[in-house]
C-alpha cells in the first residue's frame, strides 16, 4: 500500500550502461521520515502521480526508506578535478539516483536522493546530509528555475528524524533532486583516466542520444558534443553573470554536459558589486570568484576535451588543433552571451560597439561606489529616456520625472561620481534606441529582478528551520517564485542586508 501513494513512470536508461559505470546501492533507510515540503507543480510536470492525504507514505518513499516500483537505485561514478586537483575517483557518495522519467514535454529526467545514505562511493563518509543545505538547495534551485536560468530542481525535503554530525550534530534530511542528467565532465575524466576509450564512447554516445539528438547525424558528433556542451556552459555562465550569482565550486564533477546549474553548495548571490567576490569558507584563493567563472567554464571545457581527444581524431595532433578550436570558440560565445545579457538589461535592443564599455563603466562605478548589485539595476528600470540632450541635463531630467527616479539609482551608490558620468553615457545611448520608454522599462523589468535569494535570508530561513520553524522557508519560496515582480507583501526580501546582517562566508555542507 505505501508504494501506491507516489508513482513513477520509470525508464531507467543509465542503469542500462555497462555496470563499471555505476554502483547498484539501496538507500538506507532512516529513523523517522516527516515530509518537509513537496513540489507538487514539478510532480505534475514530471507526471507522478501523488497521494497528498498521507505525507507519512510519501515521506517513507521520499527519504528512502521504500523503493519504488521500477526504481534501479545506483551510485554514479565519476572523477574530478577539485580546485585544480584532480581525484581519479569520486562518485555519488551520498547520492543515490532512484531512476527516470519522461516528462509531460518528452524529456527524461533523473530522479535523485541526496543523502539517502553511504555509497560505494563515499570515501569514509556517512552518506548523509543536513537539514541546513538540504533546505538551501532547495531554495536555490528553485530561485534559479524562477530566474530563467537552467538548473536543477527540488522535488521534496524530507526530515530523518537522525542526526549528522558535522562540526556539530546537525538535524539530518534528504533533499529529492530532480535534473536532466546528472552525467558531469567528471564522469568523462573516470574513464579518460582509467584509458577506457570504449567507456569513453559508449558515455559520449549516450550523451549525445540523451541530450544533443540532432548531433548523431553530423559528419563529426564528438566534435560537436564538445561544442555544444561549450555553448551550454557559456550560455549558462553569462545568465549567472548577469544576476550576479557565484556558484562558488565550478570544479570538474560540478559541471553537467546538460548544461544545468548543479550543486547548490557554497553558492551566494551579490549584495554590493566587487568583481572579486568569494563566499566559499573552501576558497581561499578566490579560484571561483564572481569574474572568473567565465575562464574556469573554459578551463573546466578544456578539460573535457582531453577526454574527448581519442573520439575527435586517431592523430592527435589533429585533434587537439579541432578541440582548440572549439574552446576559442567557448571564449567567442560566451562574450557574445554576456553582452547579450547584460544589453537586456539595460534596454539596449539595438546592437552597437560601444556597447560593452558602457556594461563595463557601470560596473566599475558599481566596484567604485560599492552599490548592490540586485537593487543597481532595478533602480534603472524607473529612469525614463531623457528627452535632453547628453549631459548633465539628462541625470537632472531623469530625477526630475518619474518620482526622482535618478536620485534613488545614485543613492545606491557611496560614491556618485563615477555613477552620475556613466549615467549621462546611459542616457545619451537611449537616444539612439527605438519604442516608447515605458516599453523599454518593462523589458528592463523582465531582465532585472526585484528578488534574488538573499544571502542573509536564506540564512535566515536555514536558522529557523533548525529550530522546527519552517515558516519563513515557505514564505521565502513564495518570495521567489516571481522575482521580476515588485510585491509588497515581499518587499523586504528586496532589501540589502544592513552591516551586521552580511554574510561572509557559506559552506559546502558535506
Not at 345 to 364: F, H, R
Not at 405 to 420: H, I, N, P, Y
Request: charged share 25%.
Amino acid at each position: 500500500m505505501v508504494k501506491e501513494c507516489l508513482l513513477f513512470q520509470f525508464d531507467n536508461s543509465y542503469a542500462r550502461l555497462p555496470d563499471r559505470f555505476y554502483a547498484s546501492v539501496y538507500p538506507e533507510p532512516v529513523e523517522g521520515p516527516v515530509l518537509l515540503k513537496f513540489n507538487e507543480a514539478l510532480a505534475r510536470e514530471l507526471g507522478i502521480e501523488a497521494e497528498l492525504s498521507d505525507p507519512g507514505r510519501l515521506a517513507a518513499i521520499l527519504a528512502g526508506n521504500v523503493v519504488p516500483q521500477g526504481a534501479t537505485p545506483l551510485a554514479m561514478a565519476y572523477a574530478g578535478h577539485q580546485f585544480g586537483s584532480f581525484v581519479p575517483q569520486l562518485g555519488d557518495g551520498r547520492a543515490i539516483l532512484i531512476g527516470e522519467v519522461v516528462d509531460k514535454n518528452g524529456t527524461r529526467r533523473d530522479i535523485q536522493l541526496k543523502g539517502a545514505g553511504p555509497t560505494p562511493f563515499s570515501r569514509r563518509g556517512d552518506g548523509r546530509a543536513a537539514l541546513g543545505p538540504v533546505l538551501r538547495e532547495y531554495i536555490l534551485s528553485e530561485a534559479m528555475h524562477a530566474l530563467g536560468i537552467r538548473a536543477t530542481r527540488a522535488l521534496a525535503a524530507v526530515a530523518t528524524g537522525e542526526q549528522v554530525f558535522r562540526e556539530t550534530p546537525q538535524p539530518g534530511a534528504v533533499f529529492v533532486r530532480v535534473a536532466a542528467s546528472h552525467v558531469r565532465i567528471g564522469t568523462f575524466q573516470y574513464f579518460a583516466a582509467r584509458q577506457d576509450v570504449d567507456g569513453l564512447r559508449t558515455l559520449a554516445d549516450y550523451v549525445i542520444e540523451r541530450h544533443y539528438r540532432q548531433l548523431r547525424e553530423t559528419e563529426k558528433p564528438y566534435v560537436e558534443l564538445l561544442r555544444a556542451v561549450a555553448f551550454a556552459q557559456a550560455d549558462l555562465i553569462a545568465q549567472w553573470m548577469g544576476v550576479g550569482f557565484i556558484h562558488g565550486v565550478m570544479n570538474t564533477d560540478n559541471m553537467t554536459l546538460s548544461g544545468e546549474t548543479i550543486d547548490f553548495g557554497p553558492c551566494a548571490f551579490l549584495d554590493e558589486y566587487d568583481q572579486m567576490k568569494v563566499f566559499s569558507s573552501i576558497d581561499q584563493g578566490g579560484r571561483y570568484a564572481y569574474r572568473n567563472q567565465p575562464g574556469i567554464g573554459q578551463w573546466n571545457i578544456a578539460r573535457l576535451a582531453e577526454c574527448l581527444l581519442p573520439l575527435i581524431d586517431e592523430d592527435q595532433d589533429k585533434a587537439v588543433l579541432t578541440a582548440n578550436h572549439v574552446l576559442s570558440a567557448f571564449g567567442e560565445r560566451f562574450q557574445k552571451q554576456w553582452l547579450a545579457v547584460f544589453r537586456r538589461k539595460l534596454g539596449l535592443g539595438l546592437e552597437e560597439e560601444g556597447d560593452g564599455d558602457l556594461v563595463q563603466g557601470l560596473l566599475a562605478a558599481m566596484q567604485e561606489g560599492e552599490a548592490d548589485f540586485t537593487l543597481t539595476f532595478r533602480r534603472l528600470c524607473d529612469l525614463p529616456a531623457a528627452e535632453a540632450s547628453p549631459s548633465q541635463k539628462a541625470v537632472e531630467g531623469a530625477a526630475a520625472q518619474n518620482g526622482h527616479a535618478g536620485d534613488t539609482f545614485l543613492s545606491s551608490f557611496k560614491q556618485v561620481e563615477k555613477a552620475k558620468e556613466w549615467l549621462v553615457a546611459w542616457q545619451a545611448r537611449l537616444e539612439r534606441e527605438r519604442g516608447a520608454p515605458e516599453d523599454r522599462a518593462k523589458l528592463m523589468r523582465a531582465t532585472n529582478p526585484a528578488i534574488i535569494p538573499r544571502n542573509h535570508k536564506v540564512e535566515e530561513a536555514l536558522a529557523a528551520a533548525n529550530y522546527g520553524d519552517l515558516s519563513f522557508f515557505e514564505r521565502l519560496l513564495q518570495a521567489l517564485e516571481r522575482p521580476y515582480e515588485d510585491r509588497p507583501d515581499f518587499a523586504d526580501f528586496a532589501v540589502p542586508p544592513k552591516p551586521e546582517e552580511r554574510v561572509l562566508q557559506t559552506f559546502c555542507g558535506t
